[in-house]
């Protein structure tokens, strides 16, 4: 990866830049923090033409390494007013990094109006007026680019959430199948690439190889060992069946499965939405599983049919399951199913958007259960009257207008779905990571002391943060919760390089401390490592636990 | 003083506990500080039961020092999710020092839809059912307790907009004419109030006399020297002529007057809401010129008086002059007479009302000059609809819900108005201080260098938070623009205590530095120290400057 592309919106102008030195060993997240650092001013309006919108696919995007091909999308917030890195699967990761795209840095702002689409080629990049896609939903975008630019492209587009600058919106990334199922969901950063004008990036890597490694001794040795594992880890192989809604049943089991508001972790009717009713669902209407990215063999993922046996959504995570089920008291897979493939249209995060019609039960306008009116504010959304203006800021906001003060946000983002009081161990990662309450930052369960437990998110949060870098899918395990065997194989094998894993180790620490920088430079000091006093002061059945963590270590531990 | 009353609004019990011996010599905002970072987790949410409100009057309350009895009230504040204190004249403040109340902390929080007044007299303190007050006005609920309480007493009531959780909320205090047009408007107040169920507090001090000087001849030959000077002081003079509708003048001289949304220093319509015109209007209407509170011998008040010559409205500040006059585009004064009489009616502050509609312009919600349209919106945040209750939120919020980036707010408040880019050195005090955008921090003009600037700013905001802690009005000048003395002569002649300017000092310092470690503790960190970034990107005409006082400057400075 050669080339760093910058887009400035308000010249209009696309340039080739060499990748810096300081730059050529990092990808992904990392790359995210050090040019969010040197180029951004942390005090700017995050919807201002001093923010940067950058695309960055990892250290081993477009390689043969499996599960490689995660895209990860990095700005200023506009939700948290602070650091933000979101990644995604889906084709676009791999194509970028066929392309030699180390990454795509894009400033400035266009007249107002004018929307543009991003179109890479190994022939060059290129700014096309977006035309009448405005206005449009990602499904019916996506399919518009695939018909205009042709079967192989990847895509990153943004519904009406994220031209409308609402704070909830994602940055959706196509399939395999050329749809927009999956999103770099977090932080609103479909809300900076509205405020760029770019309604969609297109990548065509035709003519571009995979990339070949510099050592193909070394990494094809790591290639078949990882290769195996993934074939027989039994707790993959259970991902493969049951994709991440199986994450319903651990939560049931220990009693952190967000349920009305998270004022419970248990749903009594969480049988109508686990794994089991999933599976029997897809069955039914002829869905099946399948992989996001190519080469991946966990294949996670749920197609989910509506009843007349045609595609309705994809997938369907753990986390949508939770926030849009249990904790709205919804029971009922095929009203998730709905509000899932909306919020994929729309463009708007399913677990801020859960948190968000969660506190709205404090209020007149909605109720636990009601799906048809969760469905109806799904389109105040997207036809951006005030209401939905107001619930397309997510949770912080919504609670503002409306004098809600159980507000279930960190740092200024909604909590996904793992209630702290069951689950204090990630009640550490949610208040302590620099991007706000995001259980990709670091999941974790073990350590029995607070210091155990703060060491132990330390060390995951690092581990993490370096996956995000290499552009790995988290599912593959291995690579997480053993050594960093496979990374630095993998790493080395394919630039040549040879660092050992103590060399990783100080570079995972180095995007902590930059992303928390940022933060510092923001304006957001380490006592924002807070949690919602709620969760310090309620009581959640049925483990009747409470989030007990001291505040002083949340704080220390940046 | 000698008591401070405890309210507990959770159990609705009410306590009288003597002074803790490191509050002595502390009062009105140096007191809150303390009480706030003592008794409240900064972490807290602000509308939650953890939050405290405190009412505190000044060193000097109810003493017969000329405007001493100004009443500080502080909370951590929803609005900037940090420390607050805001203050105001009328009536209250010199009334409970007369009951010898040191400060009332109202905690806790009573079931939903319990709404009190909470009553002090000399003979004790009681909660009210507050019964058909609830969702009044400001004019409406005052007259009702006059009508009740009898004419002795002092009130502090909320509007709608408090009772509606709203963060532009204000606190109203009563005049000596019985009527809520003094308001500690800033942070949101008036939320906090409504969060603990309290829709007014009223106090009689009947049989209380006078605070008597425990060093009678000290007191007096200060007394006498004091009162010769505000008699004298050609400014104070022009004051109780011209109001502070005279900064107008000012500010267009200097090209500071905050013009439609801050694009502009100078108001072309500016001689029709100047301190001419409305001397004019007021002769015309019958008006005439008060003081807000006893012994005040400066009278800046301008009471204004319909066609009918009928009481409209009172205090019609230079901020409320600009930002909802200039600031709009709003050359009559008869519109904003009643956006003013709207904003104290409702319980909203002028300010950040003003900041708000000046950014809905970028919007089809309102245009600039249309004043019949103004008062629709207030009477939207009135009726609490939901856009009504977006912009009760004040400008940053109003700004994230409709995708707007050019946001005149520093540290979540709107700005007052000043522009920083014709007086750069209020801009610092704006930046600087850990109560958000607030020009009673520091008030000033001087210096040369950016560094002269600061050190400026930096001993104006000493003098400014001793005076909040005094109970002084700022309009007396010279105890701020002179040296201590009279500062140390009033304080030790009424208290017997034996302070010296050095020790006065030293408060000051301390004041600010509790102010910082709240808002440390509650996640702000010094970078928050900042200026929105258009004021340096756009030059502001007519005088064609932009804010360029380097970052770094001004968070050395906290």
Redesign the interface.
Known sequence: MTTIIRVNMTSLEINREPVPRNMEKLGGRALIGEILNQEV????????K?NRLIFAPGLLGGTAVPCSGRISIGAKS?LTRGFKEANSGGTLGHKLGRLGIKAIIIEGRPAKGHHYVLRLTKNGTALDEAGDLGQLGNYDVTKRLFDQYGNNIATASIGPAGE????ASTVAISDQEGRPSRHAARGGLG?VMG?KGIKAVVADDKGCGVVKPKNPQAFKAVLKEFSNYLKVDPQIRSRSRHGTAEGIWHAVDAGWLPTRNFSSGHFEEVKKIDADAIEKLTKERSGYMTACMPGCVIKCTHVLNDRDKNYLTSSLEYETLAMLGSNLGIGNLDTICLLDRMCDDIGIDTIETGGTLGILTETDFFQFGDGEKALDLLNEIRNGT??G??LG?GVE?TG????I???PAI?GQGMPAYDPRALKTMGITLSTSALGADHTAGWMVKGETYEEQINHSMERQIAFALMDTLGMCLFTRIMLFDNLDYMTGFVNGVHGWDLIEADLLELGKDILKKERRFN???????????I???FR?EACPPTGNIFDVP?EMLWRSS
Do not use: Y
């Not at 409308?164 to 704070?167: E, G, K, Q, R, V």
């Not at 503002?400 to 004098?403: A, D, L, Q, T």
């Not at 510092?520 to 807070?530: L, P, R, W």
């Open positions: 001013n942390a005090s700017c309006h995050p919807l201002g001093n506009p409308m600058l609402l704070c809300a405020s005030t209401l203006r107001v800021q906001v503002r207008v409306f004098g003060d159980r507000i740092k510092e430079n923001a304006g957001i000091g380490f006592h924002a490592n807070q919602p006093d709620f002061n505040e």
